[in-house]
Each structure stands twice: as structure tokens, then as C-alpha cells.
């Protein structure tokens, strides 16, 4: 029944000089999300606004979806736009509006007039009494309310009249691909997908790399961080994920190093060899899933030692988080039930029983000199032997 979505977005933080960089981004954006969907779509700005506009049919519930995905948007507002035909046309179109949008008119409204044309023949106060009168008219049930109206009739009077009630919530953010690049490492868990699906909704476009540890994980464990993957890339667009082959550093540093320590130890590594791949392709930092105290591994006195031997930042948004606020996350975007499932991951299968909780990084420096023999060289084969992947949303 609508033939257009206004799109509503912080403009905020987006005055200024780059204010058509961060617009052009979000159409694109628009394009690329409502490629798989149904439908005849045309996005266009105008004027401080970008409009989706329908022909013919189309997919609505597909369409808000899509929408919805797209970092950036604030509100996703069907749409009335109908050319200035004068005051009674304007009203059967308001009245019209209502009739669709709502099947029980049992509700308190104001109507909100705007105008952008400011040689519209009425003022926004005439416009506001004239056609809340011609709905009290219309449905007796209504009744107005201008401090909490339940419905905000918004006519606006820009080229052409725009009559809207309804705002769908977009994600917010900002549109992907106006912040540059971060590398995310991935495991199976439920916070990494939901630490990338952060970062990447403040327009950070994602690549990933995840550790296995074949044979002790399997293959379904190494399907279920790329079918994560899929799920993040919804979002986020498609991701470059790098799957390294971790066995043979894990099963030295097993060999070598106090086993109280090894979960840090190999953090390190996994950090060494993500910020590897995070520079060869112009990252500008390292995102983990990392939340204060959750685990052993990340006191702070963990978190401490395992950011010791990364030159890059390392975003950790889900630093304050609560496990309870992630999963509720992790369910928003769908990744819970998938993170859930359960296989193995490599940290776990060679974890102490006592891990250290307060790592000291000289103690740490010392164990990992038992090292010094064979580590670079394996470490190079982990890099050499990656299986890099495209991974698109699902
Ligand atoms: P997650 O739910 O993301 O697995 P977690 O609570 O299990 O997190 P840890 O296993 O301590 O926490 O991992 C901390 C962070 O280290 C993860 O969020 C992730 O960013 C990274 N990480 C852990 N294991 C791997 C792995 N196998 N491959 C890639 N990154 C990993
Ligand atoms: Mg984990």
C-alpha cells in the first residue's frame, strides 16, 4: 500500500563538508541490502533526505528487513508522497493514510505540519487545527492529545507532501565503508560475532581470522564459525575470513610452557598472527570479543599480557558488557543459536585446569623463550598455509 520509505538518519553527526560522503555510503548501502529482495526499488536523496521508492510490487516485511540491516538508519518511515493538490486533496489523502495504517481507530493523535515551502498557502499551526478538525470529523473514536499523542500524523510540505505516522527502528550507526577496515578474531563463541556486528555498525568494514586446531576441532566446528560468519556479514557485507591452522603451535607451546599458562600464551600468538594478516591487507586495528573478568583469560592482568604484543589498537566493545547483555545481542542478530552449538573450540581442548588469573607478562616473556627454537618457523607455516575465504551473508 506504501509506495515509499523515508529514511531517517542522526544528521548530527554528519553536519558539515562530509555530510554527501556519509549520504552517498547510505544509498549504497540501501542498494546493496535490497539487491536480494523482491521488488522495483529506486533510492534517492533530496534535500537532506534519502526516500526508497516502490513499482509496483514489492515485499514489504522483506523490504523493512533489509532496511533494517542497514547501519546508519535511525528510522524507517512508510511513506505517503503525493504532489500539492490543495487543502481537501491533502486532506482524503491524510484521512486515507489513517484508514490503512490503522484497523482500530480507538487512538489519541496530534497532527505535526512542516513546512519545508514556506509559501504553502497555510502556516504549520493552520495546517495542524485545519486537518486535526477533518480527522475528529472523519473518526469520532480519535481523540486529540498533543502532550503524548499514541499517533504523530506528520504532514510535511516539502516538493512534494509527505504524510507519515509509523517509525520503524532502524540499527543507528554509521553507513559501512566510512570508517575504514578492523580485523576480528572469530571463534565459535557467542561474544566474538557479537563484538564484530558492534564495531562494524560504526561503518568499520570486517575481516576475520580464526584458529583451529584440526584434528582435535573438526570440520563442523570450523562450518559453524563460518556459518557465523554468514550471519555478522548480514550486516556487515561480506568478510574475508583467514582460517589458520593452529595445532602445531599449540601442541609446542603444550610441550614447552607451564600448562597453567597456556591459554595466555596462546592468545598471544593468535594476536601476533591476526595483527600478521591485519596489516598485509590495511587494517587499522584488531576487534575481540574479550569482556572484563568473564573468563581467567580475561582479567584485567590477562587482558594486560595478551595486549602486550599487539602494535595495533584492539577494539574490544563488549569490554563492559555483562554476559546476559551480549547474549541478548548475540539473539538480535541471530547468532545465539548458532553460537551455541556444541563443538569443540581449540582453546578449549588444551586448557589447564588451573589457569593463571594474574598473569605476570615477565613470567609470561620467560616461558615463551622455551620457545625460541621452532616457534618463527611455525609460526611462518601457520601464515604460509592460511585458507583464505569470501564469506557473503546468508
Ligand atoms: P567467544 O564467545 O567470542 O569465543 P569466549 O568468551 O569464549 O569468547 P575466549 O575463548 O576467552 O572467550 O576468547 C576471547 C576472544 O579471543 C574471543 O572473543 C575471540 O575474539 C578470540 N578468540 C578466542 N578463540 C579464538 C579462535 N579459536 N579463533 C579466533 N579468535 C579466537
Ligand atoms: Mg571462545
Given at each position: 500500500?506504501?509506495?515509499?520509505?523515508?529514511?531517517?538518519?542522526?544528521?548530527?553527526?554528519?553536519?558539515?563538508?562530509?555530510?554527501?560522503?556519509?549520504?552517498?555510503?547510505?544509498?549504497?548501502?540501501?542498494?546493496?541490502?535490497?539487491?536480494?529482495?523482491?521488488?522495483?526499488?529506486?533510492?534517492?536523496?533530496?534535500?537532506?533526505?534519502?526516500?526508497?521508492?516502490?513499482?509496483?510490487?514489492?515485499?514489504?516485511?522483506?523490504?523493512?528487513?533489509?532496511?533494517?540491516?542497514?547501519?546508519?538508519?535511525?528510522?524507517?518511515?512508510?511513506?505517503?508522497?503525493?504532489?500539492?493538490?490543495?487543502?481537501?486533496?491533502?486532506?482524503?489523502?491524510v484521512?486515507?493514510h489513517i484508514?490503512?495504517t490503522y484497523?482500530?481507530k480507538n487512538f489519541t493523535f496530534k497532527v505535526n505540519?512542516?513546512?519545508?515551502?514556506?509559501?504553502?498557502?497555510?502556516?504549520?499551526?493552520?495546517?495542524n487545527?485545519?486537518l486535526g478538525?477533518?480527522i475528529l470529523?472523519r473518526y469520532?473514536e480519535t481523540k486529540v492529545d498533543v502532550?503524548n499523542p499514541q499517533v504523530m500524523i506528520n504532514v510535511?510540505?516539502?516538493?512534494?507532501?509527505?504524510?507519515?505516522s509509523?517509525?520503524?527502528?532502524?540499527?543507528?550507526?554509521?553507513?559501512?565503508?566510512?570508517?575504514?577496515?578492523?580485523?576480528?578474531?572469530?571463534?565459535?563463541?557467542?561474544?566474538?560475532?557479537?563484538?564484530?556486528?558492534?564495531?562494524?555498525?560504526?561503518?568499520?568494514?570486517?575481516?576475520?581470522?580464526?584458529?583451529?586446531?584440526?584434528?582435535?576441532?573438526?570440520?563442523?566446528?570450523?562450518?559453524?564459525?563460518?556459518?557465523?560468519?554468514?550471519?555478522?556479514?548480514?550486516?556487515?557485507?561480506?568478510?574475508?575470513?583467514?582460517?589458520?591452522?593452529?595445532?602445531?603451535?599449540?601442541?609446542?607451546?603444550?610441550?614447552?610452557?607451564?600448562?597453567?599458562?597456556?591459554?595466555?600464551?596462546?592468545?598471544?600468538?593468535?594476536?601476533?598472527?591476526?595483527?600478521?594478516?591485519?596489516?598485509?591487507?590495511?587494517?587499522?586495528?584488531?576487534?575481540?570479543?574479550?569482556?572484563?573478568?568473564?573468563?581467567?583469560?580475561?582479567?584485567?592482568?590477562?587482558?594486560?599480557?595478551?595486549?602486550?604484543?599487539?602494535?595495533?589498537?584492539?577494539?574490544?566493545?563488549?569490554?563492559?558488557?555483562?554476559?546476559?547483555?551480549?547474549?541478548?545481542?548475540?539473539?538480535?542478530?541471530?547468532?545465539?543459536?548458532?553460537?551455541?552449538?556444541?563443538?569443540?573450540?581449540?582453546?578449549?581442548?588444551?586448557?589447564?585446569?588451573?589457569?593463571?588469573?594474574?598473569?605476570?607478562?615477565?613470567?609470561?616473556?620467560?616461558?615463551?623463550?622455551?620457545?625460541?627454537?621452532?616457534?618463527?618457523?611455525?609460526?611462518?607455516?601457520?601464515?604460509?598455509?592460511?585458507?583464505?575465504?569470501?564469506?557473503?551473508?546468508?
Amino acid at each position: 500500500m506504501y509506495s515509499a520509505f523515508l529514511i531517517k538518519y542522526a544528521e548530527i553527526a554528519i553536519k558539515g563538508k562530509n555530510r554527501y560522503l556519509f549520504e552517498d555510503a547510505l544509498v549504497s548501502n540501501i542498494n546493496y541490502q535490497l539487491k536480494t529482495v523482491d521488488g522495483d526499488f529506486h533510492v534517492r536523496k533530496e534535500n537532506g533526505r534519502i526516500y526508497v521508492e516502490m513499482q509496483g510490487d514489492y515485499d514489504y516485511d522483506e523490504t523493512v528487513t533489509a532496511l533494517k540491516r542497514v547501519f546508519g538508519i535511525v528510522g524507517i518511515c512508510p511513506v505517503v508522497l503525493t504532489e500539492d493538490e490543495g487543502f481537501d486533496k491533502l486532506v482524503e489523502d491524510v484521512i486515507a493514510h489513517i484508514e490503512e495504517t490503522y484497523e482500530n481507530k480507538n487512538f489519541t493523535f496530534k497532527v505535526n505540519s512542516r513546512r519545508a515551502r514556506k509559501n504553502y498557502p497555510m502556516t504549520s499551526m493552520e495546517l495542524n487545527a485545519a486537518l486535526g478538525e477533518k480527522i475528529l470529523d472523519r473518526y469520532p473514536e480519535t481523540k486529540v492529545d498533543v502532550h503524548n499523542p499514541q499517533v504523530m500524523i506528520n504532514v510535511e510540505i516539502r516538493p512534494k507532501i509527505n504524510i507519515y505516522s509509523v517509525e520503524i527502528p532502524g540499527p543507528g550507526g554509521m553507513p559501512l565503508g566510512t570508517a575504514g577496515k578492523a580485523m576480528l578474531l572469530l571463534s565459535g563463541g557467542i561474544d566474538s560475532p557479537v563484538a564484530g556486528y558492534m564495531i562494524s555498525k560504526r561503518g568499520v568494514t570486517l575481516e576475520a581470522t580464526y584458529f583451529h586446531a584440526p584434528p582435535y576441532t573438526s570440520e563442523r566446528a570450523k562450518q559453524k564459525v563460518v556459518d557465523l560468519a554468514k550471519k555478522v556479514a548480514c550486516y556487515s557485507g561480506p568478510i574475508r575470513l583467514n582460517i589458520v591452522n593452529f595445532t602445531d603451535i599449540q601442541l609446542y607451546i603444550y610441550e614447552k610452557c607451564p600448562h597453567d599458562q597456556l591459554t595466555i600464551i596462546m592468545r598471544r600468538y593468535m594476536m601476533k598472527i591476526a595483527e600478521h594478516f591485519a596489516k598485509e591487507t590495511k587494517c587499522l586495528g584488531l576487534i575481540t570479543g574479550e569482556s572484563i573478568g568473564q573468563v581467567a583469560s580475561q582479567t584485567m592482568q590477562s587482558l594486560a599480557a595478551t595486549n602486550e604484543v599487539c602494535t595495533m589498537p584492539v577494539y574490544r566493545p563488549l569490554i563492559a558488557l555483562d554476559k546476559q547483555d551480549i547474549v541478548e545481542i548475540s539473539e538480535k542478530i541471530d547468532t545465539y543459536e548458532t553460537s551455541i552449538l556444541p563443538f569443540e573450540d581449540c582453546c578449549t581442548i588444551f586448557v589447564a585446569k588451573h589457569p593463571v588469573t594474574k598473569p605476570n607478562v615477565e613470567y609470561i616473556k620467560k616461558s615463551e623463550e622455551k620457545l625460541a627454537e621452532k616457534i618463527d618457523e611455525l609460526m611462518a607455516t601457520a601464515i604460509d598455509t592460511v585458507e583464505t575465504i569470501m564469506v557473503e551473508a546468508e
